[in-house]
């Protein structure tokens, strides 16, 4: 009797246990892990840990920490040359950061196989609007369609910019204003989560800039996350602002002479 005791001792003690008590303890490790990853903060969609930028071997950002999770906004703002096109190639993965890291969902964007995934994140608008003169403003809006396998989207897109009854004119006819609606129609079309939009404002009047903000402010409520680099104001709710110093020391000009109390 005592061996047989002992025996069951030595048991292990799920074995011991009934069914019931094992699906018990089963049930309470799993509601634990589950209070814990709801505890744990979400990763930022995307994060700049201590990144720094050259551009012809002169820095222009040093130690930049950002975190933009899914709706968020960052601005760059600064004067003409001072280095936000650049660092928006450097968000994009066609240069590297010189310092630091940028993580997407976690990964470093300048690994191959994560780079070939976030490419496919990104929607790049350029002062370089790629405008097929030849075609049509719909054909070229919907090229770009094509290319990411929708359909539907570009004359909606077209006529939410106010273009709508252009669509069969020839892109050559189209004024610099136009054409960089046609740009934004082209984000709507393709619709990726993540804009980086390179002086998005240039050339618009005034009811262009507001088509621009509210776009941004539609894609940013659908989760979508918007990084532009600007020297015009544009309104964007809840933004974080990052300032490029300017490259080179300014000069004094004849208008802050003047200010000062002439040439004398």
């Given amino acids: 009797s005592s061996k047989q005791d002992l025996k069951e001792h030595r048991l292990p003690f799920i ?6 008590e094992v699906l018990y303890l089963l049930l309470i490790l799993v509601l634990h892990s589950l209070e814990m990853s ?3 903060p979400p990763l930022p969609r995307l994060l700049l840990n201590n990144v720094s930028c050259m551009r012809n071997a002169q820095q222009i950002l040093r130690h930049v920490n950002a975190s933009l999770h899914d709706g968020g906004a960052l601005v760059l703002t600064g004067t003409n040359g001072s280095g936000k096109s650049t660092f928006l190639r450097m968000l994009a993965g ?5 310092a630091g890291e940028i993580l997407w969902n976690g990964h470093d964007i300048t690994d ?3 780079f070939q995934q976030y490419k496919l994140q990104l929607n790049w608008l350029s002062l370089k609007d790629a405008i097929k003169e030849k075609f049509t403003v719909l054909d070229n809006v919907q090229w770009f369609e094509v290319l990411e396998g929708k359909q539907g989207r570009s004359l909606p897109a077209l006529e939410l910019m106010g273009l709508g009854r252009l669509v069969n004119d020839k892109a050559r006819m189209l004024s610099m204003g136009q054409r960089k609606r046609v740009q934004l129609a082209r984000l709507l079309a393709i619709d990726r989560p993540i804009w980086l939009l390179d002086e998005p404002s240039v050339a618009l009047d005034d009811d262009g ?6 776009i941004i402010a539609e894609h940013r409520k659908k989760g979508g996350i918007v990084i532009v680099a600007t020297h015009l104001p544009i309104q ?3 933004a974080m602002f990052l300032r490029l110093p300017p ?5 004094m000009t004849l ?10």
Avoid: A, H, T, W
């Fill in 15 to 20: 074995i011991r246990c009934s069914i019931k």
């Fill in 38 to 40: 709801l505890r744990r």
């Fill in 94 to 98: 066609f240069s590297k950061p010189s």
């Fill in 112 to 114: 191959s196989g994560v």
């Fill in 209 to 214: 800039v507001k088509l621009l903000e509210y």
């Fill in 236 to 238: 964007i709710e809840d």
């Fill in 247 to 251: 490259r080179f020391p300014r000069r």
């Fill in 255 to 264: 208008v802050d002479m003047l200010d000062r109390g002439g040439l004398d």
